[in-house]
T-cell receptor
Framework: DQQVKQNSPSLSVQEGRISILNCDYT??????FLWYKKYPAEGPTFLIS?????DKNEDGRFTVFLNKSAKHLSLHIVPSQPGDSAVYFC???????????FGTGTRLQVFP | DSGVTQTPKHLITATGQRVTLRCSPR?????VYWYQQSLDQGLQFLIQ???????AKGNILERFSAQQFPDLHSELNLSSLELGDSALYFC???????????FGSGTRLTVV
């Protein structure tokens, strides 16, 4: 049972344009959501998070949007840079645990 | 350097054998999490320890076990290894979910 889903295995975007990565979840008990970035041969690194009491959180070029009614979140990267090329994982947790449930990841490629 | 240290980085062993993966959490972090990433899969939660006590358990096989020692380092023991156990094993630590996890660079286990 995949509670967190990233249905796009890959995404290719031109440098300077917007990258939009999507994530869907099924568990209505999730109340905290995070995005991680992973380069090859490295562990995932924390990027940005959002609590379910918000619908948007912004940090520099990165913005996460949460649509609770649709059980959907998205990560916007503007403008995209070649260094953003990596695998992006979304993750979620419930209020009574800090265990994170991860999606399967989306590989983003930003080309010049 | 994330501050979370995993050893060894690579491990090749035969089916039926037993291995131990080691993780030293970031200074001050009491929680340690173990995740498994198989080929093209997301990060599957295995187990969490908090200050020496098991806090949460995921889809961890009975052949796998873990512990966290008084100095807060953790070990993941994998026994009766099968070919399907070949994967990347990540350790992460945190002080709480709002701060996200800090991951180590992983141990790549290959069972032949």
């Amino acid at each position: 049972d995949q509670q967190v889903k990233q249905n796009s295995p890959s995404l290719s975007v031109q440098e300077g344009r917007i990258s939009i990565l999507n994530c869907d979840y099924t568990n209505s008990m999730f109340d905290y959501f995070l995005w991680y970035k992973k380069y090859p041969a490295e562990g995932p690194t924390f990027l940005i998070s959002i609590s379910s009491i918000k619908d948007k959180n912004e940090d520099g070029r990165f913005t996460v949007f949460l649509n609770k009614s649709a059980k959907h979140l998205s990560l916007h990267i503007v403008p995209s840079q070649p260094g953003d090329s990596a695998v992006y994982f979304c993750a979620a947790s419930t209020y009574n645990t800090d265990k994170l449930i991860f999606g399967t990841g989306t590989r983003l490629q930003v080309f010049p | 350097d994330s501050g979370v240290t995993q050893t060894p980085k690579h491990l090749i062993t035969a089916t039926g054998q037993r291995v131990t993966l080691r993780c030293s959490p970031r200074s001050g972090d009491l929680s340690v999490y173990w995740y498994q990433q198989s080929l093209d899969q997301g990060l599957q939660f295995l187990i969490q320890y908090y200050n020496g006590e098991e806090r949460a358990k995921g889809n961890i096989l009975e052949r796998f076990s873990a512990q966290q020692f008084p100095d807060l380092h953790s070990e993941l023991n994998l026994s009766s290894l099968e070919l399907g156990d070949s994967a990347l094993y990540f350790c992460a630590s945190s002080v709480g979910r709002a701060s996200g996890y800090t991951f180590g660079s992983g141990t790549r286990l290959t069972v032949v």
